[in-house]
């Protein structure tokens, strides 16, 4: 994936809305009525976690250079933008090492897993046993039994007649 933006690190150089900085109250004393003010050359000098707008988030820890009483500010990562990348950035921010490349199945052995014979007709055999069984046992307890596996007279069209749909009535 491309890098789209410079890598920051202690001495990276960036620019920033006077409004993203914590805290702002220095900043509202040197710059009144100026919400609008982007501030240049702000040096960053560290990383943290901070609360902002109630939740944790990771900051850079930057100073301006233009307010000159060693204030350190605090700035989201996201709303500052590094023109000037250091010598070694953050390892936060390196590039990542590639991801190991998923774990491949074993190979199948095709002629191990082959059958010589098809399966499902494996499993029909074993139930036409088991269906022969019982139209004997049920033939012995005296029931009539149908097992012609043919429509019954009243279903079959007559010549010249067209066959009923299934699910229809006559």
């Known amino acids: 994936m491309p890098q789209l933006s410079l890598l920051a690190g202690v001495g990276a150089v960036g620019s920033a809305m006077a409004r993203f900085f914590h805290p702002s109250k220095p900043i509202r004393d040197k710059w009144p009525h100026d919400e609008k003010r982007c501030l240049t050359g702000v040096l960053v000098t560290g990383e943290t976690t901070r609360r902002i707008g ?3 988030q990771s900051c850079y820890v930057v ?6 009483d060693s204030t350190q500010f605090f700035i989201v990562k996201k709303n500052f933008k590094v023109e ?3 010598v070694t950035p953050f ?3 390196a590039p990542q090492p590639p991801t190991r490349p998923p774990i491949q199945a074993p190979a199948v052995n095709v002629a191990e897993r082959s059958y010589a014979r098809n399966v499902v007709s494996n499993i029909e055999g074993r139930m036409r046993v ?7 046992d049920l033939r012995h307890q005296g029931i009539e039994v149908d097992d012609n596996n ?3 007279p009243e279903s079959v069209p007559a010549q010249g007649e067209a066959a009923p749909l299934p699910g229809k009535g006559k």
């Open 63 to 68: 100073r301006i250079m233009e307010i000159d």
């Open 84 to 86: 000037q990348a250091p």
């Open 54 to 56: 109630k939740k944790e």
């Open 130 to 136: 088991k269906t022969t069984e019982d139209i004997a």
């Open 91 to 93: 390892e936060s921010e």
């Open 150 to 152: 043919e429509p019954p």
